[in-house]
């Protein structure tokens, strides 16, 4: 088992930044992969960001260069800086942990709001 807690949503103008925490606990020894994930109000949840266990990162076309997904393994927390925000990134952001069984865990989610 692995509990995620997310923390850093809110709201802010478009062009700015947030930064969201997302802290592990549990069987973290066990995690594969980590990712942010966002939901739109009508639309399905999509993949923003992932780090795996060996460091690499991959992104949404729609968020490359403007996100970086970072972890710190002291803290067993992963972050998603994002700059240059736009309305069109107003979701609830989701972290969730890919174990190396396969089982996914999911956090609560954290709204971010971005106005025009």
């Known amino acids: 088992q692995v509990q995620l807690v997310e923390s850093g949503g809110g709201l802010v103008q478009a062009g700015g930044s947030l930064r969201l925490s997302c802290a592990a606990s549990?069987?973290?020894?066990?995690?594969?992969?980590m990712g942010w994930y966002r939901q739109a109000p009508g639309k399905q949840r999509e993949l923003v960001a992932l780090i795996t266990r060996g460091g690499s990162t991959n992104y949404a076309d729609s968020v490359k260069g403007r996100f970086t997904i970072s972890r710190d393994n002291a803290k067993n927390t992963v972050y998603l800086q994002m700059n240059s925000l736009k309305p069109e990134d107003t979701a609830v952001y989701y972290c969730?942990?890919?174990?190396?069984?396969?089982?996914?865990?999911w956090g609560q989610g954290t709204q971010v709001t971005v106005s025009s």
């Open positions: 549990g069987s973290i020894f066990s995690i594969n992969a």
């Open positions: 969730n942990a890919i174990l190396l069984t396969g089982h996914v865990f």
